[in-house]
């Protein structure tokens, strides 16, 4: 996958988690844009070593559902970690 395709994954990966996630999480289209390519990356490193499935294509349904969820498990621990710092 190219560089700007993984780019734009990320970014709608990421607001796809907001949206799922219950609660007021901060930041803007940048930190969503950063939290969801991370989460893209966790979520293809997670998929190729428990199912051997990783993030190939871009319209591969494994590959954004390993996107979205990698970027769910990233923005659960940004919300701990700014929670904390807040406090």
């Given at each position: 996958?190219?560089?700007?395709?993984f780019?734009?994954?990320?970014?709608?990966?990421?607001?796809?988690?907001?949206?799922?996630l219950?609660?007021?999480?901060?930041?803007?289209?940048?930190?969503?844009?950063?939290?969801?390519?991370?989460?893209?990356?966790?979520?293809?490193?997670?998929g190729?070593?428990?199912?051997?499935?990783?993030?190939?294509?871009?319209?591969?349904?494994?590959?954004?559902?390993l996107?979205?969820?990698?970027?769910?498990?990233?923005?659960?621990?940004?919300?701990l970690?700014?929670?904390r710092s807040?406090?």
């Amino acid at each position: 996958m190219g560089f700007f395709a993984f780019l734009i994954l990320g970014l709608i990966a990421g607001a796809i988690a907001k949206a799922i996630l219950p609660g007021r999480q901060g930041g803007g289209i940048l930190v969503t844009l950063l939290l969801g390519v991370v989460g893209a990356i966790l979520g293809g490193w997670i998929g190729s070593a428990l199912f051997g499935v990783g993030i190939n294509e871009f319209f591969s349904l494994s590959t954004w559902l390993l996107a979205i969820g990698g970027a769910i498990i990233v923005l659960l621990v940004y919300g701990l970690i700014t929670r904390r710092s807040v406090r």
